[in-house]
């Protein structure tokens, strides 16, 4: 009879028991935090759901990293592509700084709406209107044309308590490598 060295190691392994650090709980959404989504609303509520889901079980490791796919991937190469190589460089430095500042408000919003028993909406919008011919004050237009069209989504992220609006706001989006990218603050970017 044949008598494999394999199989007293292999059943070592199944008897060690796997431990988990109180610290960083395991939701069931960790074994999977590069999903791909649908390019649709319901594609961007369940990337967003995940993230909340996430933070919900207290799992704070896997809602930063599912947080982290809304980071534009090769963001210089994006930028080259889309807004030309002289544009790039300097967008790419910008975006760099606003990406942390998307993440931590929006890891904010979702900790005080689980936190206060409120409901975080989002709705999804298509963000490839023309420009405004007229402006707030406090805004201009950056004269950046596109020299590859770029698919733009506007979402809306309203805060509720007991069915009321307590805040709202806005943020631009587009869809790359399977799920939607921040892309800037309010609903056009550039």
């Known amino acids: 009879m044949y008598k494999s060295p394999l199989v007293p190691l292999i059943l070592f392994l199944m008897a060690i028991p796997t431990t988990r650090s109180a610290e960083r709980p395991q939701s069931s959404l960790a074994a999977q935090p590069n999903q791909v989504f649908a390019e649709s609303t319901d594609g961007f509520r369940s990337q967003f759901a995940a993230i909340v889901e996430a933070y919900r079980a207290g799992d704070k490791v896997t809602g930063e990293n599912l947080l982290e ?89 309203e805060l509720q308590r007991n069915g009321e609006i307590v805040i709202s706001w806005a943020r631009a989006f587009t869809f790359e490598e399977g799920a939607f990218r921040f892309i800037g603050f309010g609903g056009k970017p550039f």
């Open 69 to 157: 796919q809304f980071r534009l991937p090769h963001s210089d190469q994006w930028f080259g592509e889309h807004l030309g190589t002289e544009e790039s460089a300097k967008l790419t430095e910008r975006y760099d700084k606003l990406f942390p500042v998307f993440a931590a408000d929006l890891e904010h919003a979702i900790s005080e709406a689980l936190e206060n028993n409120e409901t975080l909406v989002t709705d999804l919008k298509d963000g490839s209107e023309e420009p405004p011919s007229k402006l707030p004050p406090n805004m201009k237009l950056t004269g950046i044309k596109a020299i590859k069209e770029i698919i733009l989504f506007y979402s809306s992220f």
